[in-house]
Structures are given as C-alpha cells and as structure tokens.
C-alpha cells in the first residue's frame, strides 16, 4: 500500500482524488489546506493527519521520512494554480513522487526547473490529463491515427460551464493566481486537441475575458476555431432552455462528437495508470502550457475569417 499525502484538501477536485486512492487500494495518510472545511476526509481516510499550517504539515513529513517510520511515496496537489510549481518542488524535496492537478504549473519556463528537480532527486512528476483516458476520446485517437490520408480537419469546440458571481471573487477568477480562463478550464481541451492533431502552428485570441474567450488554433491536423465562457448568457438559446448550465460541444467536419458521460471515473484510471508506471510525465503536459500562456499573454484579433460562432455573443442565433 503506498501512502499518499494530499495538498489542497478543501478544494473541489479534492474528493475526485481521495476517491481514487482509495478506490487503488492505497491511503491518504495526511493532509493540508489553510481552510478546515474538510470533513469529506471522513468518507475516505478518516485516521489521516491534517493540517492548516504548511510548516508544521512540512514538518510533520519530515518527521515521516527522517523518523523511522514509513515515508510519504506520493504527494497529490489539489491547491490553487499558482501554487502548482511551489508545492510540486516541496513533494520532491520531501522524496515523493508528485501527482498534480491541471494545469500542472502556468509557465513553460516552470517545467524547465522541474526537470532539473527530478534529475537531482530521482523522483518523477505526473500530470492529470484526464481526457486521455476518456473512452470516446481515445476512440476518436485511434480513428485520427489510422487516417494515413493527410486531410486536415475542420473542429469547432466549445466549453460553457456557468459559475455564479462568487467565481470572481474567488482565486479562479485573480489571472494571476488562475491563469486566466483558458487555462483554469481549458487547459486539458488544448491537450486533448494536441493529443491527437499534432502540434500547434498558429495561435490566434479573438476573446480574452475574465469570463470568456475565444480563438482559433492551427494544428498540424486540424483547424480549430475554439470557444470558453464561465458566463450564463453565453449559452445558446436551445441548452438555456432546459435549464441546463453546462454546455460541451466538439464537432469534427459537422459531426457531434459527444462526450458529455464518463468522467465519474477517470480520476480513478489516472491513478490506475500513475501507480502502473504509465502516467503523463512533464514532457506530455508541455504542449497545453505552452498554449494557455501564449493566449495569456497574446494581443487580440479582430473577429474576422476563422472564429467560433459563439465569439460574437449571438446566442438566439446559434443552432445545438
């Protein structure tokens, strides 16, 4: 049984790993986060240590290791964006292998130094990119492989999750601490699209709002013009109707490629593949930061030749 410590624990993504660890037969044995609305531990590791200072959860892991008792093997990162970097170097110093959360940090350069951690270390780093293990997603992987005839697609890929006005207010909605909204909820769509289509030859924002944005991608591939948006009004008309709040659409050359279903458990089969030895490494979470910072830091285009319908906010006139 391998012993995991978990940062971050008072976040929504936390329960997605507990769920895991415990699912991979292995345990949380302590845990930090500055806020202490974390009873969801008692669902899965009761017995776990936690802690709401960072010096005294260092300690208490340098006790671990030092002490003669059994050290951590894993560190999982759950905590806010900007604080990726800095905790992935903690669990390596502490001896640990580290698995993190999207993004894995909000800068290339940050990947560089790791590299060189993991190096002088011996310990390896993983990324949650969970869309890789989607079937549908892996399906559609296998079927853009097996196509030997160099077409390049067209794609329209839009991501519309409503959140309230406490998004804002909160670390998500600070681009300093986020990274924006292309990278706090876009990151893992741009390594799905690199995935499979290749790498990227042209970048290009149209939107880049607290709340939204938008732009059009070049993959070696695949045309990409691409669409995220927090904000409530961005959803169209039909999906408003029902009442729902969530809206995920890719379509390849007009065909619905649907994968609304089957994320309950991909956290599960991320761990399944980390502990197997077969986890996403630095190297594959690259791509999509190089994207997110690019977008981050890019002067707009004017709404004009490839953009996605979605961009100009004509909501009523969008068909689903």
């Excluded at 410590?5 to 415990?22: D, Q, S, T, Y």
């Excluded at 030997?148 to 406490?166: E, F, Q, V």
Aim: glycine share 8%; aromatic share 10%; with cysteine.
């Amino acid at each position: 049984m391998k012993r995991f410590a978990l940062i971050g624990a008072a976040g929504f993504i936390a329960p997605r790993h507990f769920k895991a660890i415990k699912e991979t037969g292995h345990a949380v044995v302590t845990a930090f986060d500055k806020f202490d609305s974390v009873g969801i531990i008692d669902s899965f590791f009761p017995q776990a240590d936690f802690f709401t200072e960072f010096e005294r959860f260092d300690r208490h892991i340098d006790k671990l290791r030092r002490g003669g008792k059994t050290p951590i093997d894993y560190v999982s990162i759950c905590s806010p964006n900007y604080l990726h970097d800095a905790h992935i170097r903690f669990g390596l110093r502490s001896g640990a292998d580290v698995i993190c959360e999207k993004p894995l940090v909000l800068n290339p350069w940050n990947i560089g130094a790791i590299a060189e951690m993991e190096k002088e270390t011996g310990k390896k780093v993983y990324n949650i990119l969970q869309l890789r293990l989607h079937p549908t997603i892996i399906a559609l992987k296998n079927r853009m492989d097996k196509d030997t005839s160099g077409k390049i697609y067209d794609l329209d890929l839009a991501y519309i999750t409503c959140r309230g006005k406490w998004y804002n207010t909160s670390w998500k909605g600070d681009k300093s601490k986020s990274g924006g909204i292309a990278t706090n909820i876009g990151v893992h769509f741009f390594d799905m699209l690199t995935w499979i289509f290749g790498k990227v030859n042209q970048n290009t924002v149209h939107v880049h709002e607290d709340n939204k944005a938008a732009g059009y991608l070049e993959l070696e591939r695949a045309r990409v013009r691409w669409f995220l948006s927090t904000d409530e009004t961005s959803l169209p008309e039909a999906i408003r109707l029902t009442s729902k709040r969530t809206y995920r659409s890719l379509q390849i050359e007009g065909e619905e490629i649907e994968f609304s279903d089957g994320f309950t458990d991909l956290h599960t089969k991320s761990y399944e593949q980390i502990l197997a030895g077969n986890g996403f490494t630095l190297s594959e979470a690259s791509p999509s930061i190089e994207i997110v910072h690019h977008i981050r830091n890019a002067s707009l285009t004017t709404l004009s030749g490839d953009y996605h319908p979605l961009a100009n906010n004509r909501r009523n006139k969008i068909a689903v």
